[in-house]
């Protein structure tokens, strides 16, 4: 489930053009021929679109490509959809869209940006049904298109993708049973079996077993075969066809295929990463990919006698360097959580498949025999830290934050109503990056945690505060607590005063001002902020006070109140939704205590829509919370 997010591909990039995927289309060969030939050709274009995007998944697009580029050339009639239950094979599922005229080709060079293709399927991008990237949903999306169609008197097959660490997710399961009870022969899974999920192999993880014979048993009708051999593919839909079972076929692919160094069976050993579930390869390596693809396809094409293809190419120019002073959240958590287990030697860390995501590496390389990785599974995840808590291990829980407040939510408030103390630890937090697209950005965790009873709910602003308030989570918190960390490096522009500790409910100012008051908490808003009050200060503008408050679900108000001495105007800001973020809880707080200065005015700046899928900058902007607007909202006064 990783989505790593880096620099595009700098220098020479190459891609077809769609009328050389209209000649492809219509050549005198057969079907299955024409198919391969297509889906090296969408190959290419997804390569592409990842090295322009800096992010994407490579691997488990290549591995599906054979089978989505089959279905829609040669299998799906009018009235059948596809989709894509896993969403991580976004791009080679767009290159095939377009290779197919069902999407504008100038979407091509728009992979996770504003107005273009989001980084995750959405239902606002043509020929895309449902919203996926979550996983574990699409049966159950499927079951219900198929009885909509039904009771609407409508034909047509249900086709989905799923891959095969995402069979790890209970609710795959759990959709299996009905589709028996309820006949729905329209219903064709394709498993990606590809053997692995994220960044290592799924029997390392969660081994799936016999898993034909555990299909069979739910009752569906199964077949299995070579993926990556369309004409095999082509004799196992044919051989269901008739069959008045839900189906599922299990198809045996190669992550990364069709790229010799990027297919996961090039891996010296079954415990190395794989490189390529998500991000843009290095320029070496695009090149190299690029070429090998380029190779294949002009000896196919020569092979049915058909001229050669041309190709286009982008020139792109080296990304402006990193900054070296970009603060690293997740690394200076993996340095804490590592101070922290060195004291305790009852903590215990646990992973949902994301242990390069969320800086578990050098914790299993320190502690191997503490970290218990849980695969794609946070409910069971979860309640395996209520029965280590209960018998008096210190357990620490780890997901993207988008997962990990939602999906085991009602497991987190089980293990609260027992009183025990878990930290649980949400990376990808907040609305950046915002290429991944809204399945996996976190801006509703704070919302849906505040409320869980003796939970404490921290984000730190900087690489300072992470370790203090892992410190205080782990030695000083009276219940549970959740540490929401922002995984992308980032420009921090102030430093915490050297005497500062963390108090609960309390913060401190990190830009002094006198006339209005900025309130907002994690490196991403306080720096925006920042760099906003020192704009407004070099312009003459309104004098303004940056605070830094890590404690989201909790104040101490008559701290608050003096801080804010003398300002005229407080303007909260969220990396959340505006409703339930941590200016309803300030606003809140204060209300019910001696009531909010009749004399100040509160605003509330946070995320009031579904957040878009683009570059940080066209996030930021478009939810109003960069530099510039917070410049043009102080100078408003709203």
């Given at each position: 489930m990783?989505?790593?997010?880096g620099?595009?591909?700098e220098g020479?990039?190459?891609?077809l053009?769609?009328p ?9 060969v057969?079907p ?11 190959r290419?274009?997804?390569?592409y679109m ?9 691997g488990?697009s ?8 089959w ?5 799906m009639?009018?009235d ?5 239950s896993k969403g991580?094979d976004?791009?080679?599922f ?6 197919t005229?069902r999407?504008?080709?100038a979407l ?13 399927p ?35 097959r249900v086709?989905v ?14 959709s ?6 309820f ?5 064709v ?11 290592t ?5 969660s081994?799936?077993?016999?898993l ?6 739910f ?10 051999d ?9 051989a ?31 415990v190395a ?9 290095d320029a ?11 190779d294949?396809l002009e000896q196919r ?10 190709f286009?190419?982008v020139v792109r ?11 690293r959240l997740v690394?200076?958590y993996?340095?804490?959580l ?17 242990i390069?995501d ?9 502690h ?13 995840m ?5 029965g280590?808590?209960?018998?008096g291990?210190?357990?620490i829980?780890?997901?993207f934050?988008c997962?990990?407040?939602a999906?085991?939510n009602e497991q987190?408030?089980n293990n609260a109503?027992e ?15 915002g290429?991944p697209?809204h ?7 704070i919302s849906t ?7 404490t ?13 892992v410190?205080?989570c782990?030695?000083e ?5 959740y ?8 420009n921090?522009?102030f430093?915490?005063p050297?005497?500062?500790?963390p ?5 401190v100012?990190v830009?002094?001002?006198r006339?209005?008051a900025?309130?907002a908490?994690?490196?991403v808003?306080?720096?925006e902020?920042?760099n906003?009050?020192?704009?407004l200060?070099?312009?003459k503008?309104?004098?303004?006070r ?13 701290w ?6 003398g300002?005229?105007k407080v303007?909260?800001?969220d ?10 809880m ?8 001696k009531?909010?200065p ?6 509330r700046?946070?995320?009031e829509s579904?957040p878009?899928?683009g570059?940080?900058?066209e996030?930021?902007r ?17």
């Open positions: 990783g989505d790593l997010v620099q595009a591909v020479t990039l190459y891609y053009p769609y050389e995927f209209e000649r492809a289309r219509g050549l005198d057969e299955e021929q024409r198919a391969g030939i297509f889906a090296d050709m969408c290419l274009n997804a390569l990842i090295a322009c995007a800096g992010s994407g998944h490579i488990s290549f591995s599906s490509l054979d089978i989505v580029s279905l829609l050339l040669e299998e009639n009018d059948d959809v596809y989709f894509s991580h976004a791009p080679g767009y290159a095939a869209l377009i290779g005229g999407l504008d080709f091509t060079h728009r992979l996770r940006r504003i107005d273009g293709l989001p980084g995750h959405d239902v606002g991008t043509p020929g895309i049904v449902t919203n996926t990237g979550s996983l574990g949903m699409g049966v159950s999306k499927a079951k219900g298109m198929i009885l909509a169609n039904r009771l609407l008197g409508r034909s047509g086709f993708m799923t891959g095969d660490g995402e069979l790890q997710e209970g609710q795959f399961w759990e299996l049973v009905s589709a028996v009870n006949d729905l022969h329209e219903l899974v394709v498993i990606d079996h590809n053997k692995l999920q994220s960044d192999f799924v029997k390392n993880v081994d799936l077993g016999d034909l014979a555990k299909l069979e048993a009752g569906w009708c199964v077949a299995r075969c070579d993926g990556h369309i004409p095999a593919l082509a004799r196992a839909l044919s269901l066809e008739t069959d008045p079972r839900p189906k599922v076929i299990i198809a045996d692919t190669v992550k990364g295929r069709g790229v010799s160094f990027m297919e996961h069976t090039a891996l010296d050993s079954d990463m794989y490189r390529f579930h998500s991000g843009a390869p070496g390596a695009y090149r190299k990919a690029a070429q090998e693809l380029i294949r094409i020569a092979a049915v006698g058909a001229p050669s293809l041309e286009e190419t120019e080296a990304p402006l360097p990193v900054a070296a002073e970009q603060q690394a200076a993996s340095r804490a590592i101070e922290q287990a060195d004291r305790h030697p009852n903590l215990v860390a646990l992973d949902a498949d994301l390069l969320t800086g578990l590496i050098p914790f299993r390389e320190k191997p025999g503490r970290l218990v990785e849980c695969g794609i599974a946070e409910q069971d979860v309640s395996m830290a209520g280590m808590a209960l018998n291990l210190m357990p829980v780890h997901s934050a997962f990990l407040s999906r085991p987190i408030y109503t009183e025990t103390r878990i930290l649980y630890v949400g990376s990808l937090a907040g609305v950046v990056p290429g697209g399945s996996h950005q976190a801006v509703r965790d945690l505040a409320a869980v009873p003796g939970m709910l921290v984000e730190p602003s900087c690489e300072a505060e992470v370790g203090m308030l410190d205080w782990v030695n918190a009276p219940g549970s607590s540490l929401r960390l922002v995984s992308l490096p980032w921090v522009p430093n915490l050297e005497d500062y500790r108090v609960p409910g309390r913060g100012c830009h002094p001002g006339d209005v900025i309130i908490y994690g490196p808003l306080l720096s902020a920042v906003a009050a020192r704009r200060a070099d312009e503008g309104p004098s303004v940056v605070i830094n408050l890590p404690w989201l679900n909790q104040v101490d108000t008559e608050l109140r003096g801080e804010l001495a300002c005229q303007f909260c800001l990396n959340h939704y505006a409703d339930g973020g941590q200016a309803d300030i606003l809140s707080a204060l209300a019910v205590g009531g909010i009749p004399d100040m005015q509160f605003v700046v946070g995320i579904i878009p899928s570059s940080v900058a996030v930021l478009a939810c109003g919370l960069d530099a510039d607007s917070l410049v043009s909202r102080v100078r408003q006064g709203t």
